[in-house]
C-alpha cells in the first residue's frame, strides 16, 4: 500500500497570501495518477487537481499542481475566503487507494 | 451532468450488516470506463477508501476491512451497493459513493454529498 503523507498539517494563512503544500509519497508514483481535492465543512470532496498538475474543470487557476516520483505539490497562489478549507492528496497509481491525511488551511 | 445520491439506514446496530446503495443519475454505469467507488470518511478525520467496482461486477476492496466489505453492482437500476458485515462502533463514518475515471489520467470527478452511518445498540 502506497503511504501519502501531507504536510504542514495546519496552515494559517491571511487572505492573499501563498499557499504551498506538501504531499509525500512511500514509493514512486506515477504523475499521472496523482490527485488533489478540497473539502469544506459537510461537503463531499472536490476535484482539484489530478494528473498531478491538470486543473478540474472549473478550477481556477490560482491553483497549481506539480511534482513527480515521490514528491508533489500544491499550490495556491493568493488565497481567496472561499479557498479556507481541507486539502488532500490522493493516489490512483496500486490498490488499494490512499489518501493523505488531510492540509487544513485556516485564517490567519 | 452525473450525479451519484447515497441511501439506506442511519442507524446499525453493533455485529449487523451496514448496507448502502448508490444511484446513479445523468449517466450509464454500464456505459465503460469508470469504476463506480466506495470511500468513507470517520467523523473528524481522513479519506479511507473502501473498494470499487466495475460494471462487469469485477471488484477491489482494501485488505484493510478484512474481507468485511462486499460491493456490488445492479446495471438494470443503475446503483452499485456496499455491504460491510459484523459492524462495530469504530465503523461509524460518513459512507460517500463516487466515480472514478480509469485510463491514462485516472481520477474521482464525482462524489455523492455522503450518508452518516452510525452504528450504535
Known amino acids: 500500500e502506497i503511504v501519502l503523507t501531507q504536510s504542514p498539517g495546519t496552515l494559517s494563512l491571511s487572505p492573499g497570501e501563498r499557499a504551498t503544500l506538501s504531499c509525500r509519497a512511500s514509493?514512486?508514483?506515477?504523475?499521472?495518477?496523482l490527485a488533489w481535492f478540497q473539502q469544506k465543512p459537510g461537503q463531499a470532496p472536490r476535484l482539484l487537481i489530478y494528473?498531478?498538475?491538470s486543473r478540474a474543470t472549473g478550477i481556477p487557476d490560482r491553483f497549481n499542481g506539480s511534482g513527480s516520483g515521490t514528491d508533489f505539490t500544491l499550490t495556491i497562489s493568493r488565497l481567496e475566503p472561499e479557498d479556507f478549507a481541507v486539502y488532500y492528496c490522493?493516489?490512483?497509481?496500486?490498490?488499494?487507494?490512499?489518501f493523505g491525511p488531510g492540509t487544513k488551511v485556516d485564517l490567519k | 451532468q452525473v450525479q451519484l445520491q447515497e441511501s439506506g439506514p442511519g442507524l446499525v446496530k453493533p455485529s449487523q450488516t451496514l448496507s448502502l446503495t448508490c444511484t446513479v443519475s445523468?449517466?450509464?454505469?454500464?456505459?465503460?470506463?469508470?469504476?463506480w467507488s466506495w470511500i468513507r470518511q470517520h467523523p473528524g478525520k481522513g479519506l479511507e477508501w473502501i473498494g470499487f467496482?466495475?460494471?462487469?461486477?469485477?471488484?477491489y476492496h482494501n485488505p484493510s476491512l478484512k474481507s468485511r466489505a462486499t460491493i456490488s453492482v445492479d446495471t438494470s437500476k443503475n446503483q452499485f451497493s456496499l455491504r460491510l458485515n459484523s459492524v462495530t462502533a469504530a465503523d461509524t463514518a460518513v459512507y460517500y459513493c463516487?466515480?472514478?475515471?480509469?485510463?491514462?489520467?485516472?481520477?474521482?470527478?464525482?462524489w455523492g454529498q455522503g450518508t452518516l452511518v452510525t452504528v450504535s445498540s
Open positions: 514509493q514512486i508514483i506515477n504523475s499521472n495518477y
Open positions: 445523468g449517466g450509464s454505469i454500464s456505459s465503460g470506463g469508470y469504476y
Open positions: 467496482i466495475y460494471y462487469t461486477g469485477s471488484t
Open positions: 494528473g498531478a498538475s
Open positions: 463516487a466515480r472514478e475515471i480509469f485510463g491514462s489520467l485516472p481520477r474521482i470527478d464525482y
Open positions: 490522493q493516489q490512483c497509481d496500486t490498490s488499494p487507494r490512499t
